[in-house]
């Protein structure tokens, strides 16, 4: 699952990839498009791992892109290099200064937002005429149409056009048929405030313009700072700041929450996982993410929750304690659980 980094120019962009991926490949590299592909840090892995002591420990993973500047290019007079770029990921990370700036005029993060958020919308837009039609020139033609997905172009184009962007419909953000548009305001997005070292406050939004979007504030040159540094003068400069860790990981659990994603757990003494799914899966599924013979011989998933499990002390006395479920194929899986599915081949 991936994020796409956007945002005005010299909001901190770069900043903010390179304080959470530690690729720190530069400023020059501005043309060339950036992936990192991170860990999502989770302290109840941490704690299962010194439970199991296992060979292996796997986290979740999530992906940040940064686009280049070199595809802009191509199309005159629009800086559309970014809006090809984010195409095929699942979030948008929106970085919005917050900060003073040399050669910058004060920052207004609401005006920087709805800048972003039409430009999204317009884009949707076009897309969504095009194919409108691209449906009606084939209707004349004498195809059968998709009336399913005439009604949510339809419903789609009206949104657009009162400056929605498809995201405050969950119903039509999440219809099948509209999967291959990849529109663009349909896409989740979390918007980090770019703060200066010393600010904490999130800016005011009388209009309500942030009302879609997670939000959070963060101190992208303190962390970027803070990324590059031995873990001794990281903390001396969290306490000269009086802060209680880097924001970085709050940052990447945020994402993973903005994709709508939660982790299950399995865990023996070859392997502490966490596996990554989506909010309602169920345990078939699940288990189809984990091996497809398991999805195919599931007979039942023995699940106890973390938090039982961590109260338990071991799986031992957890088991003695009767906190070990059954659940069958349609359970829904929830977050934190840790599952031994039961299967035949
Ligand atoms: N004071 C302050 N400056 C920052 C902060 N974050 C970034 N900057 C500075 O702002 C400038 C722009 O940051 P970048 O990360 O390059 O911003 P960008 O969005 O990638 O910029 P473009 O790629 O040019 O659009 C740099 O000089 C950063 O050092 C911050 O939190 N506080
Ligand atoms: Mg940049």
């Not at 897309?127 to 409108?132: C, D, L, S, T």
């Amino acid at each position: 699952m991936k994020l796409g980094i956007i945002g005005p120019a010299g909001s901190g962009k770069t900043t903010v990839f390179e304080a959470l991926t530690r690729d720190f490949a530069g400023m020059g590299a501005k043309n060339e498009t950036r992936l990192g592909t991170i860990h999502v840090p989770d302290p109840r892995i941490d704690a299962l791992s010194d439970m199991y002591r296992p060979r292996k420990t796997i986290y979740a993973q999530v992906e940040y892109l940064l686009p280049g500047k070199k595809e802009g290019k191509k199309e005159a007079g629009a800086d559309l290099g970014w809006v090809q770029a984010i195409r095929d990921v699942d979030a948008l990370c929106v970085v919005i200064r917050n900060h003073a700036h040399m050669g910058f005029g004060p920052p207004d993060p609401p005006a920087d937002f709805s800048s972003i958020e039409q430009e999204l919308i317009l884009t949707d837009l076009a897309a969504v005429e095009k194919r409108m039609e691209r449906l009606e020139a084939d209707a004349k033609r004498g195809k059968a149409a998709d009336r399913e997905e005439q009604e949510l172009l339809v419903q789609c184009r009206s949104a657009l056009e009162q400056e929605a962007p498809i995201r405050r419909f969950p119903e039509i953000a999440g219809a099948k048929q509209l999967k291959g548009y990849a529109l663009l305001s349909a896409k989740p997005v979390l918007i980090l405030f770019n703060n200066a070292d010393e600010d904490e406050t999130p800016p005011p939004d009388t209009a309500g313009v942030f009302d879609d979007a997670f939000c959070m504030v963060i101190r992208g040159k303190l962390e970027h700072e803070l990324a590059q540094m031995s873990p001794e003068d990281a903390a001396e400069l969290l306490e000269e700041f009086n802060i209680p860790a880097p924001a970085t990981d709050r940052i990447i659990r945020k994402s993973y929450e903005t994709l709508g994603l939660i982790s299950f757990f399995t865990v023996g003494d070859d392997e502490v996982r966490a596996w990554t799914i989506e909010k309602g899966t169920s345990a078939l599924d699940a288990a189809g993410k984990v091996h497809t013979d398991i999805q195919k011989g599931f007979i039942r998933a023995e699940v106890i929750s973390y938090d039982d499990q961590i109260a338990a002390g071991s799986a031992a006395a957890a088991r003695k304690a009767g906190a070990f479920r059954l659940e069958g194929k349609t359970y829904t899986v929830k977050d934190g659980d840790i599952i031994n599915f039961r299967f035949n081949v």
